[in-house]
């Protein structure tokens, strides 16, 4: 969540009033298509995000100032959501409710917007005599794809109300299909730019902002500059909103405003970001920064008036605004100097390094100091004193006393609803003149999250939060990464692709599916850091247009929308940053156990998961306890272990297939499809096959080397189980029948085209699948001794120098599975 959730504001050094806007010909929103062509996320290449991690300096940390906000909005939020949102509108009948947060930065106080907002409609849901379930909640965090997802996923509330997914990528562009949002939140967030005003830095233009860093205190021009980027940015942001929410769906939004007429000495934030720049331009008369390189930074931040807000919003008439209310949020001096590092610091370190950071930031404090000292210095102040006197010096003396913050209830009837009553006859007539928005695709538009159902039913399977164990390929693009080595894996993908279209053209029937439809829904699941993932998606997307393409009965091929899955711990973080900047989807990744439940029932069209499904969630209990016939002493997995061993693996598998067949049934749309690559075994294993589990049992020979030479201890050793478990096609094909939730549409082994085997190439993929798992158990100097000694052991094994024709890395299969109709 973007923090200044508080006044700020801008005037000249004679202490001009603020000045608003000027009012500028604005691009109309003419239909989601324009509207998606005009503005295509990928076109909004600045990214400004908060501090990552919880260290001491991020934004984890610090942003107590603007969950201020966020607790004094609670009951205004309520009671909107209790009298204006009608749930007896919003696509009926639906399963599930899309709450989206935009800017969400990493927590924790997006969590508690979002929660607040499910309360109430929980609530509205109780009173209503006309409901007898609550549906689901999926609620989406957006950011840029620069924010930090990693450590957003892993602070997920575990006993949240909701699934949960994040979508990278600005919120000036389209994030989502047509029609699909019922409600939006965003606190503090649309302030930010999409972009520095390109002419306050260029030298030849009379808005060039030299020696200053925002347009606090600078000509007209520069705040017109910034004023001008402000109002196109919101014009983008409120069309493609309008395209995203449904009929009846509401808009939240907090924004930091400043009074209609203010001056910059009153302001607060301001001010803070003024001294910011003194600061820089002090370090650069004692050459610690060159002048040009001060010249040419500009915080991207800016906070409108209240009249300047109503006047976008009635320019883009695309919305009905319901209320706007002031919040009074208190400064703290302390609270503000920390948000504002939390906030700033990246843009500063990307622009002047990370050694200049310490030095503006200590400079700033000190002259905060020192500034509210000049203002009190006949005031006898210890050290407790100080703080509390602080608190009121920057209310009294640097800030206004009362400063605001606007919430803006953004209602959305949106204007092609024809014979609204609601909507004036002006905002009528110019509702016509967007014909593509129509109240028709609105209302059909969450068929996509088609089918019944309640949180009853889905306690009744296993919690996604039961699944704490993770074991995460290596992430990063560094050279032992998941990334750069994952070829093997890249193989199967393509030699799926086309038994993947066969599959689609043939068993995809997309006239069942709920017409109009606005959008396909594409999960992959055990995405990990790509790039492999991508090209399975974008398989599956190309398959799906070409059938439409084809068809007689369709003129136009809806949106996509895919979902990438793998656990909190995964790298989503190098994932978003790869998003290939062409894809024809709109994307959002999806932290949490696939054995467990992650979407909305009869959400999903198709599910795609490659190499995935032979983890476990979790190494079998019996093999770990030394009292039982299952103890797997001296070993790592079950390649020629004992019968109870072998029994154990297997039945943890089986266990987690029935709950992953269980999730997806509830998630898929009836007649939608799962495609399945899986490494298998053969039914029958000969001395001459070399499989997977040879390989295992060399690494854990290696360690065996190691514990008799001391670098390991026994004990270590016998506590270390891989959570990998590889089927016979006939045991995989027992599974899903047993569970009887698809149909078993064809299963046909994988030929990768390429049998012979890279030993650098091979130690590399296991090393960047299970290095992860070794890391935590022994520490990362054990890792580099197993995977150096792997190699040597491999190229001296007799069954690895077997004819070319009898061996294989992986034997894999592709599994097509169709959805049973539900009952």
């Given at each position: 969540?973007?923090?200044?959730?508080?006044?700020?504001?801008?005037?000249?050094s004679?202490?001009?009033?603020?000045?608003?806007a000027?009012?500028?010909?604005?691009?109309?929103?003419?239909?989601?298509?324009?509207?998606l062509?005009?503005?295509?996320?990928?076109?909004f290449?600045q990214s400004?995000?908060?501090?990552?991690?919880?260290?001491?300096?991020s934004?984890?940390?610090?942003?107590?100032?603007?969950?201020?906000s966020?607790?004094?909005?609670?009951?205004?939020?309520?009671?909107?959501?209790?009298?204006?949102?009608?749930?007896?509108?919003?696509?009926?009948?639906?399963?599930?409710?899309?709450?989206?947060?935009?800017?969400?930065?990493t927590?924790?106080?997006?969590?508690?917007?979002?929660q607040?907002?499910?309360?109430?409609?929980?609530?509205?849901?109780?009173?209503?005599e006309d409901?007898?379930?609550?549906?689901?909640?999926?609620?989406?965090?957006?950011?840029?794809?620069?924010?930090?997802?990693?450590?957003?996923?892993?602070?997920?509330?575990?006993?949240?109300?909701?699934?949960?997914?994040?979508?990278?990528?600005?919120?000036?562009?389209r994030l989502?299909?047509?029609a699909t949002?019922?409600?939006?939140?965003?606190?503090?967030?649309?302030?930010?730019?999409?972009?520095?005003?390109?002419?306050?830095?260029?030298?030849?233009?009379?808005?060039?902002?030299?020696?200053?860093?925002?347009?606090?205190n600078?000509?007209?021009?520069?705040?017109?500059?910034y004023a001008?980027?402000?109002?196109?940015?919101?014009e983008?942001?409120?069309?493609?909103?309008?395209e995203?929410?449904?009929?009846?769906g509401?808009?939240?939004?907090?924004?930091?405003?400043?009074?209609?007429?203010?001056?910059?000495?009153?302001t607060?934030?301001?001010?803070?970001?003024?001294?910011?720049?003194?600061c820089?331009?002090?370090?650069?008369?004692?050459?610690?920064?060159?002048?040009?390189?001060?010249?040419?930074?500009n915080?991207p931040?800016y906070?409108?008036?209240?009249?300047?807000?109503?006047?976008?919003?009635?320019r883009?008439?695309?919305?009905?605004?319901?209320?706007?209310?002031?919040?009074?949020?208190?400064?703290?001096?302390?609270?503000l100097?920390?948000?504002?590092?939390?906030?700033?610091?990246?843009?500063?370190?990307?622009?002047?390094?990370?050694?200049?950071?310490?030095?503006?930031?200590?400079?700033?404090?000190?002259?905060?100091r020192?500034?509210?000292m000049d203002?009190?210095?006949?005031?006898?102040?210890?050290k407790?004193?100080?703080?509390?006197?602080?608190?009121?010096?920057l209310?009294?003396?640097?800030?206004?006393t009362?400063p605001?913050?606007?919430?803006?209830?953004i209602?959305?009837?949106?204007?092609?609803?024809?014979?609204?009553?609601?909507?004036?006859a002006?905002?009528?007539?110019?509702?016509?003149?967007?014909?593509?928005?129509?109240?028709?695709?609105?209302?059909?538009?969450?068929?996509?999250?088609?089918?019944g159902?309640?949180?009853?039913?889905?306690?009744?399977?296993?919690?996604?939060?039961?699944?704490p164990?993770s074991y995460?390929?290596?992430?990063?693009?560094?050279?032992?990464?998941?990334?750069?080595?994952?070829?093997?894996?890249?193989?199967?993908?393509?030699?799926?692709?086309?038994?993947i279209?066969?599959?689609?053209?043939?068993?995809?029937?997309?006239?069942?599916l709920?017409?109009?439809?606005?959008?396909i829904?594409?999960?992959d699941?055990?995405?990990?850091?790509g790039?492999?993932?991508?090209l399975?998606?974008?398989?599956i997307?190309d398959?799906?247009?070409?059938?439409?393409?084809l068809?007689?009965?369709?003129?136009?091929?809806?949106?996509?929308?895919?979902?990438?899955?793998?656990?909190?711990?995964?790298?989503f973080?190098?994932?978003?940053?790869?998003?290939?900047?062409?894809?024809?989807?709109?994307?959002?990744?999806?932290?949490?156990?696939f054995?467990?439940?992650?979407?909305p029932?009869?959400?999903?069209?198709?599910?795609?998961?490659?190499?995935s499904?032979?983890?476990?969630?979790?190494?079998?209990?019996?093999?770990?306890?030394k009292?039982?016939?299952?103890?797997?002493?001296?070993?790592?997995?079950?390649?020629?272990?004992?019968?109870e061993?072998v029994?154990?693996?297997?039945t943890?598998?089986a266990?987690?297939?029935?709950?992953?067949?269980?999730?997806?049934?509830?998630?898929?749309?009836?007649g939608?499809?799962?495609?399945?690559?899986?490494?298998?075994?053969?039914?029958?294993?000969l001395?001459?096959?070399?499989?997977?589990?040879?390989?295992?049992?060399?690494?854990?020979?290696?360690?065996?080397?190691?514990?008799k030479?001391?670098?390991?201890?026994?004990?270590?050793?016998?506590s270390?189980?891989?959570?990998?478990?590889?089927?016979?096609?006939?045991?995989?094909?027992?599974?899903?029948?047993?569970?009887?939730r698809?149909?078993?549409?064809?299963?046909?082994?994988?030929d990768t085209?390429?049998?012979?085997?890279?030993?650098?190439?091979?130690?590399?993929?296991?090393?960047?699948a299970?290095?992860?798992?070794?890391?935590?158990?022994?520490?990362?100097?054990?890792?580099?001794?197993?995977?150096?000694?792997?190699?040597?052991?491999?190229?001296?094994?007799?069954?690895?120098?077997?004819?070319?024709?009898?061996k294989?890395?992986?034997?894999?299969?592709?599994?097509?599975?169709?959805?049973?109709?539900?009952?």
């Amino acid at each position: 969540m973007h923090p200044f959730t508080t006044l700020a504001a801008g005037s000249s050094s004679t202490l001009r009033p603020f000045l608003p806007a000027r009012v500028l010909p604005m691009r109309r929103c003419c239909g989601m298509r324009a509207a998606l062509e005009d503005k295509r996320n990928n076109e909004f290449p600045q990214s400004y995000p908060m501090n990552g991690g919880v260290g001491v300096n991020s934004y984890a940390q610090n942003s107590k100032y603007q969950r201020g906000s966020v607790e004094a909005a609670k009951e205004m939020i309520k009671e909107a959501i209790v009298k204006k949102f009608d749930i007896n509108t919003p696509s009926a009948p639906s399963n599930s409710i899309f709450v989206a947060d935009l800017g969400c930065s990493t927590g924790p106080n997006s969590f508690l917007a979002v929660q607040n907002i499910v309360d109430a409609i929980e609530q509205k849901y109780q009173l209503s005599e006309d409901h007898d379930e609550i549906p689901e909640f999926q609620v989406f965090f957006n950011d840029h794809s620069s924010n930090d997802f990693n450590t957003l996923f892993k602070s997920f509330p575990p006993e949240r109300k909701y699934l949960a997914a994040g979508v990278p990528g600005s919120f000036y562009g389209r994030l989502f299909p047509k029609a699909t949002a019922h409600v939006f939140h965003s606190s503090s967030s649309v302030n930010w730019l999409s972009r520095v005003p390109k002419e306050i830095t260029e030298r030849n233009s009379t808005a060039w902002n030299k020696g200053r860093i925002h347009y606090t205190n600078a000509p007209k021009e520069v705040v017109e500059a910034y004023a001008t980027q402000h109002a196109m940015d919101m014009e983008s942001f409120l069309c493609a909103r309008a395209e995203e929410l449904v009929v009846g769906g509401l808009m939240v939004l907090l924004i930091a405003a400043v009074p209609e007429v203010i001056y910059s000495s009153d302001t607060t934030i301001g001010s803070q970001i003024d001294l910011l720049g003194s600061c820089l331009m002090d370090m650069v008369k004692m050459g610690l920064v060159s002048e040009a390189k001060v010249d040419s930074i500009n915080v991207p931040l800016y906070f409108p008036s209240l009249k300047e807000s109503m006047a976008i919003f009635e320019r883009n008439r695309l919305f009905s605004v319901e209320s706007i209310e002031e919040l009074d949020i208190p400064i703290s001096l302390q609270a503000l100097t920390l948000t504002l590092r939390a906030a700033l610091e990246g843009v500063f370190e990307e622009h002047f390094g990370n050694d200049m950071v310490d030095e503006v930031f200590d400079r700033y404090s000190k002259h905060l100091r020192n500034d509210i000292m000049d203002k009190n210095k006949n005031t006898l102040l210890n050290k407790r004193h100080y703080e509390f006197i602080v608190n009121l010096a920057l209310l009294r003396g640097i800030g206004p006393t009362n400063p605001i913050t606007l919430l803006i209830y953004i209602y959305i009837y949106i204007y092609r609803s024809h014979g609204n009553n609601e909507l004036g006859a002006g905002a009528a007539s110019h509702v016509l003149e967007i014909e593509p928005l129509n109240s028709a695709g609105y209302l059909l538009a969450s068929n996509t999250y088609a089918s019944g159902g309640s949180w009853v039913d889905a306690s009744r399977m296993r919690r996604n939060d039961e699944f704490p164990e993770s074991y995460p390929m290596s992430g990063g693009d560094g050279a032992y990464s998941y990334a750069q080595n994952s070829k093997y894996q890249r193989g199967y993908v393509e030699a799926g692709k086309e038994m993947i279209k066969e599959a689609i053209v043939k068993k995809f029937d997309i006239n069942a599916l709920s017409a109009p439809l606005n959008s396909i829904c594409v999960a992959d699941l055990g995405c990990s850091t790509g790039p492999n993932t991508f090209l399975a998606v974008q398989n599956i997307v190309d398959a799906i247009e070409q059938k439409y393409q084809l068809s007689e009965d369709h003129d136009e091929i809806p949106e996509f929308q895919v979902f990438f899955n793998d656990h909190s711990s995964n790298d989503f973080n190098t994932l978003f940053k790869s998003f290939p900047p062409e894809r024809k989807y709109l994307a959002a990744g999806v932290p949490g156990s696939f054995y467990g439940r992650l979407f909305p029932k009869a959400s999903i069209h198709i599910f795609h998961s490659s190499h995935s499904l032979n983890w476990l969630s979790r190494v079998p209990k019996e093999i770990m306890d030394k009292t039982s016939p299952a103890w797997n002493k001296g070993k790592i997995h079950y390649t020629n272990a004992p019968k109870e061993v072998v029994d154990a693996y297997a039945t943890q598998y089986a266990l987690d297939m029935e709950s992953f067949l269980c999730a997806r049934a509830e998630e898929l749309v009836s007649g939608g499809l799962m495609l399945l690559l899986i490494p298998v075994v053969p039914d029958v294993i000969l001395s001459s096959n070399f499989t997977i589990c040879t390989h295992i049992e060399l690494l854990e020979s290696c360690l065996m080397d190691m514990e008799k030479m001391g670098l390991v201890s026994e004990s270590n050793l016998d506590s270390i189980n891989l959570p990998l478990y590889f089927p016979a096609p006939k045991e995989l094909m027992a599974v899903i029948e047993r569970n009887g939730r698809f149909s078993i549409e064809s299963i046909q082994e994988l030929d990768t085209q390429d049998k012979q085997i890279n030993v650098q190439l091979l130690t590399l993929t296991l090393r960047a699948a299970l290095g992860g798992v070794f890391e935590k158990h022994f520490g990362n100097d054990i890792v580099d001794e197993v995977f150096d000694r792997y190699p040597k052991k491999l190229a001296n094994t007799t069954s690895f120098n077997l004819n070319e024709n009898q061996k294989s890395f992986v034997f894999s299969v592709c599994v097509i599975l169709k959805c049973k109709p539900k009952d």
